[in-house]
């Protein structure tokens, strides 16, 4: 039961994060496209066309807002963008095969962390359990004292 | 005055060998004569590397340009303010400038711990020489700022124009105090793993530097955001290049073990884990240099001459292998007692912190080797981007927020039902109402949008549930002694300056996630290309183009101002000037931008191009909350301020409770 709450868990994660392929595609504009590729300037600046300054990144922009004027697509565009320079002129990699991993390992990995963890605080949890054999009654403190012990242990530095 | 420069590095190498041997052989041969010995040296090697230093700024500002280094750096125009920092503008002297902190972190240490805990010290000075060491060597055979030019030109190259900046002087060195001090903790740590001196020992002599590089770092990393916004003009402050992360990763993974350590320090608990996370933290600011120098993976931050990636990797290799090995080796000795009263507890909520902590570590490193990966398994090399970070680690980020929220109201060792709805109620209450005011006012129609409210609905459970912790220990001070509202609230921050420190910087990272979550998904910018007298609107902010003006404002360097007149409900509001400056000998000009910064939002141009007819291209952006995250780290600051300084009440609580358990445990003597 809790294996299957925390694959669905897992699920959810992973269907909001691919999410957004469906957002930028939708979305028909040059910021959309400035965002998805890398600026391919004889600088190598390595940024993001969106965050890109330099005079080759502004040539590009004003190249891209023709060609969607002229009624291609994000996705034909970016194709095209993709057969001139090879995979690397996209910002993030794509999500399929291989590069499918570069998306899901830091999940698997943030969940296997969670049932690590998980399984620690049980095993100690546990191991306290067993070691009380005795069962001690608790003295009743009036709610005086018990506020002054709680200042008191909060005043030890935590 | 270079020959001096020259000389006194090679014998700061030479003492280094000295000292280094000389503090081992101390430790094991229980030798006091050679430890005194030892002890001469960091002083020497910190002599010896300040001469140095000293040398090169001189070379700097009185433009010897003999040598290559100034040459590549400076030239006889550049302002004196950046003649400074040019010292670590480039390869050569960011590794004399880190060999100059790190011997100065060192001497500090060697004086604070002089004579004192003769088991730890010795070897933890000898691991911070051997990492002194390292980079002397390089310095002296591999990359020498002191390498000499045959015929020296008359002027020099200069100092890359995005690099002269107010923020090159205070971002490089703020950064770099963070990344060296962690070699202090670190050392202590491996001293503590060679002499098996492994209690808490080592973790209350380095609580402070670990606090203060941590505090560096956060700054460093903070500052870079800031000087990224005013120098590169594209409107953001984080592009998740690869060298901005790696200077993330080890802050997080400290941040991991200041919160970890806690539980060591109460319960003596997580030993293996905290050594694990201190180490791994040191690790990750070598991977950090590594980047920048090596030249493997693509950064705006790498330097033209990097050239330093396969020593830096060997060193990576042999720190990580050493690392691995001594924790190995020590296993049994680090084994603890690991017993928790509950599930539902502080301890708990700090384990997940830590998950989370270390899983935006892992998604960060992750996408900057990726790369590397790819092209290793598929051949092919692919970028890994902003898009990837974004997507990646805001859910995980979210996840951190309401932990924030959560860890200060969870009861140590065991909460009840009760205790969780008596602390919970206001904060969640808070949270709830939020999500139902922001819920008509934010529009939700992207999955940005969707994310920035949870954030804001998080950060308001979150600031409620600190400031409830500030509440409830003002009120109790107020009850026990005759004290105002405010004077309890000093008294009770004062009296616990580590557990308030703390709360307050939660505060700052808060208004740092609002600030991050307003700008990214509620900004707009465009661009316009005017003649002057023409105006365009954005948000509700007219802006006109007045003028162009063209001033030489040195031999080498022309600036172009673009006059923009911005007014608001028919009022002029403010005149806005940013500019493009044109340096001799460089292709691409600069744009300096100019910004209006207001509680509500940063209103941000850019002149980004001209005509000969005086018309412009001008880009404007609209950047809601941005000062919300540059405040963040200002309270950042001061709740760290407040965490460091020195607590005599805690010194005397902790003698009392080491009393406390040597009256319940004595010692085999006083039996």
Redesign the interface.
Known sequence: MQTSKVLMGLFVLVWISMGQVSVVSAGAVLQDLENALMCKCDDKCGKVLINCTCATSDKTRAKFSKMLDSGLTIEQIIKMQVDEYGETVLSAPTKFGFNLTAWVTPFVALIAGGFGVRKVLLAWVGKKDGGESIEVSEPEISEKYSKRLKDELDGIEL | MNDIGEFTLLLALATALYGCVAYVMSARGNRIDLYLSADKTPFIVWVCVTISSICLWRAFLTDDFSLQYVWAYSNIELDTFYKVSSFWGGQKGSLLFWALLLSTYMLVVCFQNRKKNLRVVPYAMAVMLVVLIFFLFLINFSTNPFERIPLPPEDGRGLNPLLQNYWMVIHPPTLYLGYVGFTVPFAFAVAALISKDLDDGWIRMTRKWTLISWFFLCMGNLFGASWAYVE???G?YW?W?PVENAAFMPLLIATAYLHSV?IQ?KKD?MKVWNMSLILLTFVMTLFGTFITRSGLI???HTFDEATLGYYFLAFLFVIIAACIGLILVRLPLLKSA??????LSRE?SF??N???L??IA??TF??TI?PII?EA??G?????????YN??NV??GLALLALIGIGPVIA?RRATFSNLKKNFLKPVLAGIIAAVALFPVIPLG??TEIYTYVTFVLCVFVLTSILTEFYK?MV?RMG?HDESAVGALATVTW??K??YGGYIVHIGVVLIFAGIAGSQAYGTHTEKHLKIGESFEIRGYTITYEKLVAVEATNIKTRIIAQLAVERDGKRYWTGHPEKEFYKGQN?PV?EVDVLSTWKEDLYM?L??FREDESATIKVYVNPMVSWMWTGGWIIAFGSMVSMWPDRL?QR??LDRIRKQEQLFPSPAQE
């Open positions: 590169l003009g594209w953001g592009a290049d806690m320090e608990m693509q950064s705006v690991n017993e928790l009263d509950s599930f708990s384990l997940f830590n998950l989370v270390l899983g892992f998604a992750w996408g990726f790819s398994v598929r092919v090399k692919i970028t890994v981007g902003p898009p990837f997507q990646v859910p995980i140590w992207s999955r220990g109790s026990l009296r616990n580590r557990r691409q744009s850019i980004a191009d805690e609580r902790r």
